[in-house]
């Protein structure tokens, strides 16, 4: 009927987006190709300039048209006579604005980021301070884009600004919206760089104890505010020291000219120098020819050789084990000496640690935490992240005491969150042979043989590296397939 808008069918609208679809195609082709084609015959002029616009307002994640903008300035500014300081920097002035225009199209666009950090490095005069506003400002619409973050902490070290400023930034942003992951991993950055921690404890913690201790009471404060948010859990994770080990020597034996040299993580063995000293000092071993236990440039498990005629049997009881590589710092690490029929072996082991050692105030931060989150539980006995966050102080302030209750909650995990029942599995497997190897270090059966078969919760074997100095590994049923892991063939087998 005369004056009404006619509605369109759901056909009819398929169509007309069908037309549209196929113009902007269209239009699209044609410009990429005389743009390739005034490229090819090195026509960087202002219409190329012009038509790259007209597809990055579009679409600001076209990566070969940002480089062709790329080739424009640096073509205008190796041609600018006149007054060329402030002729190249309008040039750089005119790609940031142009960038900015993107940034409202695709706020999260890697290519229009990148570029504007390109425009800076290669502007005549930077102003890192507007930079660092316009960071703020685009917080302000999206407080959780990750891009932006990034870029503040680029723009942020170009300006100089404190990291204290920066870290007050992130309370800011954390106390408006505590479901911001960016944020709490911006402040995971910053605070081991403005309260470093400088006691002997390894693994080395993140921060000073006194720093350790506000966080975890921040944090704790935030998850309760909604314990269905996993921000602030994850946040809680890494204060308690949840993520992957520092390089680092986890086992050694040398028997029989043959010696096993293994790491926390993987690492290319090169300009190294191994030796055996005695309790004076005097070189009584070196080692060389060594070779990835899994022929791989870079392994966690090294087997060499003594380059010297000594058999273990003439050796005093008492050596020292000095290792020298450029990752990590000289260490000189008492060995301890077992004798059998034949030969002597010496050996060194440091069982897997996942967690920092903590002590006074931030442990009973740590109990008062649990408490707190078993209270929780009360309430809501199927959260997910309070019973792995509970598991894990338990972990945090005594792994031997809470072994069994903390398995137990674990459990719980797999049927609370069965999407994600292998990965709680997986955890408990790790937790359970960490003890097994923990409780392996204090027996009289280390370095010969490693019984796992009573661990039938095991699913899968993990820190091979650390089973490699034994002559025998027992394992589950179950895992009778792992027998194939080089590291696990016993240390009779592994030979340069």
């Known amino acids: 009927m005369h004056g009404r808008l006619k509605v369109r069918t759901t056909e009819e609208e398929r169509e007309r987006k069908k037309k549209e679809q196929t113009l902007k195609v269209k239009a699209y082709k044609a410009a990429m190709a005389k743009i390739q084609d005034k490229r090819s015959r090195q026509e960087l002029d202002d219409e190329m300039l012009q038509l790259t616009s007209q597809i990055l307002l579009r679409n600001p994640d076209v990566s070969t048209l940002w480089n062709v903008r790329r080739e424009y300035v640096e073509h205008k500014t190796k041609t600018a006579i006149v007054e060329p300081l402030d002729e190249h920097q309008a040039i750089y002035d005119i790609e940031l604005s142009f960038s900015e225009q993107c940034l409202l199209v695709n706020p999260k666009s890697y290519n229009t980021w990148h570029h504007r950090c390109w425009t800076l490095e290669h502007s005549p005069n930077p102003n890192w301070e507007r930079e660092v506003q316009l960071c703020s400002k685009y917080l302000k619409m999206d407080e959780r884009n990750f891009h932006t973050w990034d870029y503040r902490r680029y723009v942020a070290e170009k300006a100089n600004i404190s990291k204290q400023h920066e870290l007050d930034f992130c309370t800011e942003k954390i106390k408006a919206n505590f479901s911001n992951y960016s944020s709490w991993h911006h402040r995971s950055l910053l605070l081991p760089i403005l309260y470093p921690y400088d006691g002997d404890a390894q693994p080395k913690r993140a921060m000073s104890e006194d720093k350790l201790k506000e966080e975890l009471e921040m944090v704790l404060t935030a998850a309760f505010t909604d314990p269905n948010d996993s921000s602030a859990w994850f946040y809680q994770r890494w204060l308690l020291g949840y993520s992957r080990q520092e390089l680092d020597i986890c086992a050694f034996r040398y028997e029989n000219k043959r010696a096993v040299l293994a790491f926390t993580n993987p690492i290319i063995l090169e300009n190294v120098d191994v030796s055996l000293v005695d309790a004076e000092g005097n070189k009584i071993i070196k080692f060389g020819n060594w070779q990835s236990a899994n022929n791989t440039l870079a392994d966690t498990t090294w087997i060499g ?45 440091k069982s897997p640690n996942q967690t920092f050692a903590f002590t006074g105030n931030v442990l009973t931060e740590l109990q008062s935490q649990l408490e707190s989150c078993q209270s929780l539980l009360e309430y809501e006995p199927d959260s997910k992240w309070t019973l792995l966050t509970s598991a894990l102080l338990m972990r945090a302030i005594d792994p031997k005491q809470y072994h069994d209750e903390s398995l137990k909650y ?12 292998n990965y709680y599995s997986d955890m408990a497997s790790k937790w359970i042979l960490e003890k097994c190897l923990l409780d392996w270090t204090d027996s009289d059966s280390i370095p010969k043989k490693l019984d796992l078969r009573d661990a039938v919760q095991l ?35 592994l030979k340069p």
Request: proline residues 4%; charged residues 15%; glycine residues 2%.
């Open 410 to 421: 674990v459990e719980k995990l797999q049927k609370v969150d069965g999407l994600r029942k």
């Open 459 to 493: 699913n899968a074997i993990f820190y091979p590296q650390y089973l490699s100095i034994a002559d025998k590994i027992l394992l589950p049923e179950n895992l009778s397939n792992c027998i194939e892991i080089k590291q696990l063939q016993g240390f009779e087998t």
């Open 305 to 349: 050789s003594s380059l010297n005629n000594n058999t273990t049997n003439s050796l005093p009881d008492m050596l020292i084990l000095v290792v020298s590589i450029p990752q990590i710092n000289v260490q000189q690490l008492a060995l301890k000496c077992c004798s059998n029929t034949n030969n002597k072996t010496y050996y060194y082991f």
